[in-house]
């Protein structure tokens, strides 16, 4: 099945049985699962928080909301940000009255700290590092350039569930950290994230600001002992970005395999490299050598982009773009012409099929078809 960018694997009858203990016990929503999988992903990541939303866009708003409240930041301020990524890393700064300020990335096509230094401003408040196809990049460099300046730092590790340093998850460096679990991603459920705190005030705050702002979600209630259960009060505006036990259920099975999962991605990335490289044609994109990758993304640069994908299509093969650099949007062309790398990525970029579904003969296809498409 080389065609199809990405094909998520499922333990049907794992997820199946942990769905039904759910509809048996008539309990879908915010619950004892919901609980079960944030207990399990911290445990597995080691971090000190986890809280279970619907959506890494979600928690990436949070991440921002429960920041600017508690630090005091007004609105307008500002967050440095990169404009190759899906466009909910942007949106969100928007989401939370503050102001995207775009640097450039660099070879990993992670952000580059050199293009951020030049970015930081009296105003500036936060940077926002997206961790690209599970790869740290110079998150490092990033990291100290946010101590020394007091800026506080997000990792947007929507591709990194299962990204390692130093032998640990990725993330505990950050003031948050928000996966994504989305139905194509390392550990998919349907649709799904998780926002992990540093500070406990702000995982608090998020547990309420994801439940419209009620002090006490509907689960709790039913736990506590004695009379008045019915009773909650509303401190604040939140927001339904509550996670709920049928998501929960299925990723508390697909995190049973990720890391399994994330061996193949990095076997089947190992026979692309086998095949590609030595083609002054094309530029694979590296991990960072510190780091143990996830290998949400197998990424190639060549030049005539279109054209190579109009003809692997041809040969039933659909690759992927990530991502069009976002000062392309009206959104946000306010900044075009300011990252010079990322536009020259953004035209230059595929993202080819990597899943676990691939078998050597696939990437072999693939990578003979890939080369007689680049010129
Ligand atoms: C880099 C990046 N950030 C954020 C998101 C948003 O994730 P979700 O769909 O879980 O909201 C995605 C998902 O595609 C992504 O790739």
Redesign the pocket.
Known sequence: MPARLFVPRFRIDECLAEIRECLEKGWTGIGYKTLMFEAAFKDYAGLPHAHFLN???SGLHLAFECLKRRLGWADGDEVITTPL??V??NHVILHAGLTPVFADVDDYLCLDPRSVAQRITPRTRAVIF?GMGGNVGQYAAIRSLCSTHGLSLVL?A??MAGTRVGGRQVGHEADACVF?F?AVKNLPTA?S?MVCFANPADDERARKLSWLGINRDTYSRTQEKGTYRWRYTVEDVGFKYNGNSIMAAIGLVQLRYLDEDNDRRREIVSWYHANLAGDPRIRMVEMAPDCEPSRHLMQVEVADRDEVMVRLNADGIYPGVHYHDNTNYPMYAHAAGTCPRAARASASIISLPLHLELSRADVDTVSRCLKAAVR
């Open positions: 959506s890494n866009t990524t899906f909910s890393t997206v947007d929507a591709h994504s989305q649709d994230g």
